[in-house]
């Protein structure tokens, strides 16, 4: 069965203090890992879509890595307004359409 | 500015009422999503259409039922509300290109 995981659970970073969060997955024949940023009270706001392991993007302070089994998505001198939490999804060709969310990583940026 | 949008945003509503949550979305996408979110937990898809007049259910059980007679158009109607429905819901809508697109959500609580 397809699956997501992320860690940490909840990251508390000091403004401009660069890290990761990691995004694990399992499935089967990967069409797209997904990240999403979601604020509180809103819906998940796209971010990136990766399609094959070696693949990166990137935008502003964030730059999202894929390997065959697990996604990073880097944050560089994060920024008060970067606090979010920050979901990973997969969509499996053997799935059709359905995509599988993990269940997010909670980053405050404290200034 | 989203282009999907769900109404009501807010809802209290008492045990054994029917309730209908509006989504709409005005990009012309075909496939359509209704997701429940709590909190800590990973989105879990309820209800899902991949065009007019065609909708399937989710891997979460729900007392719930959708309906596609417009393209734009995906309400989530609860025959009898319940505690164990207080939650958030989410509408997404994107096609086989692209990612999914988020409403804003609707956040239901049944007393």
């Known amino acids: 069965e397809d699956q997501v995981t992320q860690s940490p659970e909840a990251l508390r970073l000091q403004e401009g203090e660069s890290s990761s969060l990691n995004c694990s997955y399992t499935?089967?024949?990967?069409?797209?890992l997904f990240w999403y940023r979601q604020d509180p009270g809103k819906g998940p706001e796209f971010l990136f879509t990766?399609?094959?392991a070696g693949e990166e993007k990137e935008k502003e302070r964030l730059k999202a890595t894929l390997t065959k089994k697990e996604s990073f998505l880097h944050i560089t001198a994060p920024k008060p307004e970067d606090s979010a939490t920050y979901l990973c999804?997969?969509?499996?060709?053997?799935?059709?359409?359905?995509?599988?969310f993990g269940t997010g990583t909670s980053l405050t940026v404290i200034p | 500015e989203a282009d999907i949008y769900q109404t009501p945003r807010y809802l209290v509503i008492g045990t054994g009422k029917k309730i209908t949550l509006e989504c709409s979305q005005t990009?012309?996408?075909?496939?359509m999503y209704w997701y429940q979110q709590d909190p800590g937990m990973e989105l879990h898809l309820i209800h899902y259409?991949?065009?007019?007049?065609?909708?399937e259910k989710g891997d979460l059980s729900s007392e719930s039922t959708v309906s596609r007679i417009r393209t734009e158009h995906f309400p989530l109607t609860l025959e009898s509300a319940r505690p164990s429905h207080t939650s958030q819901y989410l509408c997404?809508?994107?096609?086989?290109?692209?990612?999914?697109?988020f409403g804003n959500g609707t956040r239901l609580t049944v007393t």
């Open positions: 997404a809508s994107g096609t086989s290109h692209l990612p999914l697109h």
């Open positions: 499935v089967s024949g990967l069409r797209g």
């Open positions: 990766l399609y094959s």
């Open positions: 999804a997969v969509q499996g060709s053997n799935t059709g359409n359905q995509f599988y």
């Open positions: 990009m012309g996408h075909d496939k």
């Open positions: 259409s991949y065009g007019v007049n065609s909708t």
